[in-house]
């Protein structure tokens, strides 16, 4: 994992930080997955406000903890998404694989919309 990717846990949540990119994204799917098939409890939150940037690798990196909390019958709600993350989401035609509630300066920015 790069040095400034990484994750943390609470009793629902878990938030991602700093950047996810190519160099991170494995050890992020790896340990976000033992958590989602570990102590996650049923319904539970993946945050990215303190992502500083994020490629596509993120897009990848929803998907597969999706798939992961559906394979174990638990919900992921993904919370507070970069605005770059959102427009990959968007693009990538995956609005309803991956419903996300957009970073709050992200829904600002669309608030005239």
């Given amino acids: 994992m790069s040095n400034t990717a990484s994750l943390s846990f609470t009793v629902d949540c878990m938030r991602v930080a700093g950047e996810v990119d190519f160099?991170?994204?494995?050890a992020l799917e790896?340990?976000?997955?033992?958590?989602?098939?570990?102590?996650?409890?049923v319904y539970c939150r993946v945050n990215?406000?303190?992502?500083?940037?994020?490629?596509?690798?993120?897009?990848?990196?929803l998907l597969s903890w999706r798939r992961t909390a559906?394979?174990?019958?638990?919900?992921?709600?993904?919370?507070?998404?970069?605005q770059s993350l959102e427009a990959l989401i968007h693009l990538g035609g995956l609005d309803d694989a991956l419903p996300a509630t957009p970073a709050a300066d992200s829904?600002?920015?669309?608030?005239g919309e």
């Avoid at 160099?23 to 494995?26: G, L």
């Fill in 23 to 26: 160099d991170s994204v494995v």
């Fill in 30 to 41: 790896r340990d976000g997955e033992a958590w989602l098939r570990g102590s996650a409890p």
């Fill in 70 to 82: 559906a394979a174990v019958g638990k919900v992921l709600a993904i919370e507070q998404v970069p």
């Fill in 107 to 111: 829904r600002a920015g669309r608030a």
């Fill in 48 to 61: 990215f406000s303190a992502v500083s940037h994020c490629n596509s690798a993120g897009t990848a990196l």
